[in-house]
T-cell receptor, first 113, second 113 residues
Framework: GEDVEQSLFLSVREGDSSVINCTYTDSSSTYLYWYKQEPGAGLQLLTYIFSNMDMKQDQRLTVLLNKKDKHLSLRIADTQTGDSAIYFC?????????????FGTGTRLKVLA | GAGVSQSPSNKVTEKGKDVELRCDPI?????LYWYRQSLGQGLEFLIY????????KSGLPSDRFSAERTGGSVSTLTIQRTQQEDSAVYLC???????????FGPGTRLTVT
């Protein structure tokens, strides 16, 4: 389908790991992104992964990509209260001049102290 | 350096009036994107510019919406004869080139009464 799907809510305790999942639409999508949106702010790029990679690690963030299932996940280790935000996954696909970015609905992460 | 800026930050307008929303991208960024974020919804792609041309206008919801970009820099999104369902946060993003990661502005919150 045309929708990038994410669960709407996730609640974790401070110090635990958070895993946010995403199913995207097109196995030929070349870049997959995770963005973070804090209250009242615009989106901020957290990390991205190129489609020929299975995993990317960046400090507390680990991105896993399963191209066969079109599944993307973001793991946040040692989750902190400052990680509370909405997390969007997005894919970019197409060719020059026709690129399309499709964003998911966002997962609202709540970190409990 | 300066990020993406948008103005106004908030706009309240009466149903039927026209509004103009402005986006100043990061200097040197060739690609510019407009999105709409309704309450509790994900990002809805509206239009993107590569330079001054708009290869993809498919996301514009109706012919009341139009956008232009001049000098490869500033862009304006115009909504004519606003309706209550146009109420949303309108986000602008820019990227150095197509397919690069996007840098988002803080958004314009539009309320149509």
């Amino acid at each position: 389908g045309e929708d990038v799907e994410q669960s709407l809510f996730l609640s974790v305790r401070e110090g635990d790991s958070s895993v946010i999942n995403c199913t995207y639409t097109d196995s030929s999508s070349t870049y997959l992104y995770w963005y973070k949106q804090e209250p009242g702010a615009g989106l901020q790029l957290l990390t991205y992964i190129f489609s020929n990679m299975d995993m990317k690690q960046d400090q507390r963030l680990t991105v896993l990509l399963n191209k066969k299932d079109k599944h993307l996940s973001l793991r946040i280790a040692d989750t902190q209260t400052g990680d509370s935000a909405i997390y969007f996954c997005a894919e970019s696909k197409g060719t020059s001049g026709t690129y399309k970015y499709i964003f998911g609905t966002g997962t609202r992460l709540k970190v409990l102290a | 350096g300066a990020g993406v800026s948008q103005s106004p930050s908030n706009k309240v307008t009466e149903k039927g009036k026209d509004v103009e929303l402005r986006c100043d991208p990061i200097s040197g960024h060739t690609a510019l994107y407009w999105y709409r974020q309704s309450l509790g919804q994900g990002l809805e792609f509206l239009i993107y510019f590569q330079g001054n041309s708009a290869p993809d206008k498919s996301g514009l919801p109706s012919d009341r919406f139009s956008a232009e970009r001049t000098g490869g820099s500033v862009s304006t999104l115009t909504i004519q004869r606003t309706q209550q369902e146009d109420s949303a946060v309108y986000l602008c993003a820019s990227s150095p080139r197509e397919r690069d990661e996007q840098y988002f502005g803080p958004g314009t919150r539009l309320t149509v009464t």
